[in-house]
């Protein structure tokens, strides 16, 4: 029997020099991607023949070249630069496959659980190791217990024996359930969590932007590949974003549903995925790579992902992407989590997405041997 072909490993690249947000002076709380172009800097491209290197960086040959009757935008001239990277990595010789790709990172729309966590608070929502003291002048009598929120499970003191002024020696009651471990509350359900009408509506605004940009001026390269995360919020918004715009007839919106670009696992019911039959039968234009299970296998009620595992994820998902998709400009709709730790393994700086944001990063792939 033939062995089966190893899948493709990279090691990755943000070609920095770009974008704004790869700037260590743009402040991402500040940043609006939709009144500064996608953060795409006005510069002219050089490159000195090696085929590397930032843009508008390291003098050499002009060739940038602009017609008298219709200069190219920003974009179409940025378009041309990525066009140039990848023509010269292939004319290149040495070790290993160079490959350059634009990733538009999206994160979906406000959803359920956002709006959750901010009415409990960040350690209230998803802290299970947060300490509760009980009022400075409470004091602890024999045989009783300490009440506090009803959230928090009651415990004995540690020494019942003791009469104790919590004043001067406050004992610590642990929490042993937060809500971001809940199914909801009295104001919504937040497993597998949807989009709030504040998300729709970012949503709805983010593809106004992309038609304006695809169809004004900008001249915006529309994505050749659409990926989403299987969780919910996600496929609403990368629907609301993408459909009904005026799309090259090469490049159409077909989502494909990749669950390894879903958010840090486990714990947290907002992040367990619903069944495959009721994403089908949701949104029947989405598309579900091979394998993908019925029930979500991958959540547990009891451990959650950790960065480094969350990472390790994210690398195995661009390892996937850079070795099977011959497109340049690729899009992902993921959540915050999932797409800083794509920052991350892709060697950018940290950059924390609003709801409804999008980054995109201009990345160098070369193929490695494990």
Not at 87 to 105: D, H, N, P, Q, T
Not at 232 to 261: H, I, M, S, W
Not at 267 to 292: A, Y
Not at 297 to 315: N, V
């Amino acid at each position: 029997m033939a062995p089966r072909p190893q899948k493709m490993k990279f090691s990755y690249t943000t070609l920095t020099g770009y974008f704004l947000q790869d700037d260590p002076g743009t402040v991402a709380e500040d940043f609006d991607f939709m009144s500064k172009n996608f953060g795409l800097m006005t510069q002219n491209y050089t490159y000195d023949g090696s085929g590397g290197g930032g843009g508008g960086g390291g003098g050499g040959e002009e060739v940038e070249t602009r017609s008298t009757t219709t200069p190219r935008t920003q974009w179409q001239r940025f378009e041309r630069e990525v066009q140039r990277l990848n023509a010269s990595a292939e004319e290149g010789e040495g070790e290993g496959r160079v490959l350059y790709k634009v990733l538009y990172l999206g994160r979906h729309g406000q959803g359920v659980h956002n709006v959750a966590e901010q009415r409990y608070g960040r350690e209230e929502w998803d802290d299970h190791d947060i300490k509760i003291f009980p009022h400075p002048r409470r004091r602890k009598k024999k045989n009783s217990t300490l009440l506090s929120h009803p959230s928090i499970s009651r415990r004995k003191a540690e020494s019942e024996g003791e009469r104790e002024d919590m004043s001067i020696n406050p004992i610590p009651i642990f929490s042993q359930r937060y809500y971001a471990s809940l199914e909801g509350d009295s104001h919504g359900h937040w497993s597998d969590a949807h989009l709030t009408a504040t998300g729709i509506q970012q949503a709805r605004s983010v593809n106004g932007f992309w038609k304006r940009q695809i169809a004004g001026q900008a001249k915006t390269p529309a994505p050749e590949t659409y990926y989403t995360s299987p969780l919910y919020r996600c496929l609403q918004t990368a629907n609301l974003t993408f459909a009904g715009l005026d799309l090259p007839p090469d490049r159409p919106y077909e989502p494909l549903v990749k669950e390894l670009l879903r958010e840090a696992n486990g714990v947290h019911t907002c992040d367990r995925r619903s069944s495959l039959s009721f994403l089908r039968s949701s949104l029947p234009n989405c598309s579900f790579e091979p394998g993908f299970s019925e029930e979500d296998e991958l959540w547990s009620a009891s451990r959650r992902e950790t960065d480094g595992e969350l990472d390790a994820r994210m690398k195995e998902l661009l390892d996937d992407v850079f070795g099977s998709d011959s497109s340049t400009f690729v899009s992902f709709t993921s959540h915050s989590g999932a797409i800083s730790s794509l920052l991350r393994v892709l060697g950018h700086r940290e950059f924390r997405l609003v709801t409804g944001g999008v980054i995109p990063v201009l990345v160098r792939a070369k193929s490695v041997v494990e």
